[in-house]
């Protein structure tokens, strides 16, 4: 089992900047990737973003690309989101997620599943 607390939302004007925060508890050894998701009101859950255990790899959704950035610090069983040039599409909730489902060409697609969640936290921009 693994236990994820997201840390880090709040208010930001448009422009602004925003860091996130996953810290990861339990046995973490048996996760491939971290990923950020979110859901805005009336909208699909969204992959934002995702950095395999080893941190060889990162992925991002083409709405975020060149303004978030993923990293973790593997000796704090922590990921980061960096979200700057924030814009008022970004709001919403922010999910943190670790999967135990093995490598896979593209974590963030609809079909690769996350077996343990955070509870959120609330991202809101205004313009």
């Known amino acids: 089992q693994v236990q994820l607390v997201e840390s880090g939302g709040g208010s930001v004007q448009a422009g602004g900047s925003l860091r996130l925060s996953c810290a990861a508890s339990?046995?973490?050894?048996?996760?491939?990737?971290m990923a950020w998701f979110r859901r805005a009101p009336g909208k699909e859950r969204e992959g934002v973003a995702a950095?395999?255990?080893?941190?060889?790899?990162?992925y991002y959704a083409d709405s975020v690309k060149g303004r978030f950035t993923i990293s973790q610090d593997n000796a704090y069983n922590t990921v980061y989101l960096q979200m700057n040039s924030l814009k008022p599409e970004d709001t919403a909730m922010y999910y943190c997620?670790?999967?135990?489902?093995?490598?896979?060409?593209?974590?963030?697609?609809?079909?690769?599943?996350?077996?343990?969640w955070g509870q959120g936290t609330q991202v809101t921009v205004s313009s």
């Open positions: 339990g046995d973490t050894s048996i996760t491939y990737y």
């Open positions: 997620a670790a999967s135990d489902e093995g490598y896979y060409n593209d974590p963030l697609s609809p079909t690769y599943e996350y077996g343990y």
């Open positions: 950095i395999s255990t080893t941190g060889s790899s990162t």
